[in-house]
């Protein structure tokens, strides 16, 4: 099993940053693609961005993209997510997640390991 703890969500007002934290433990952390997802209220979970397992290769959901920045730190096993020019539609709770692959690790259903999430909430 793996343990993936997220950390960093709060309350920002629209415009602002936040940075969220995923530390994972139990598994070996390299083997893994990691990602983030997001679930708003009364909504279905829906990707974010996922990251290879050496850092090398990134993927974001198009209403990040330029936002949102994905990274990792394998010394830590740790990965984050840097969150820029929030809007209120970015409120959610924030999932990190574990995949075998990028692909896996992009799709609901094929993600091996979820953490409990962090809540980031974004007023206007």
């Known amino acids: 099993q793996m343990q993936l703890v997220e950390s960093g969500g709060g309350l920002v007002q629209a415009g602002g940053s936040l940075r969220l934290s995923c530390v994972a433990s139990g598994r070996t952390f390299t083997t893994y693609s990691m990602g983030w997802f997001r679930q708003a209220p009364g909504k279905e979970r829906e990707f974010v961005a996922a990251?290879?397992?050496?850092?090398?290769?990134?993927s974001y959901a198009d209403s990040v993209k330029g936002r949102f920045t994905i990274s990792r730190d394998n010394a830590k096993n740790t990965i984050y997510l840097r969150m820029n020019s929030l809007k209120p539609e970015d409120t959610a709770v924030y999932y990190c997640?574990?995949?075998?692959?990028?692909?896996?690790?992009?799709?609901?259903?094929?993600?091996?390991?979820w953490g409990k999430g962090t809540l980031v909430t974004v007023s206007s």
């Open positions: 990251i290879s397992r050496n850092g090398a290769g990134t």
């Open positions: 997640a574990a995949g075998g692959s990028m692909t896996q690790v992009s799709t609901v259903s094929r993600v091996n390991y």
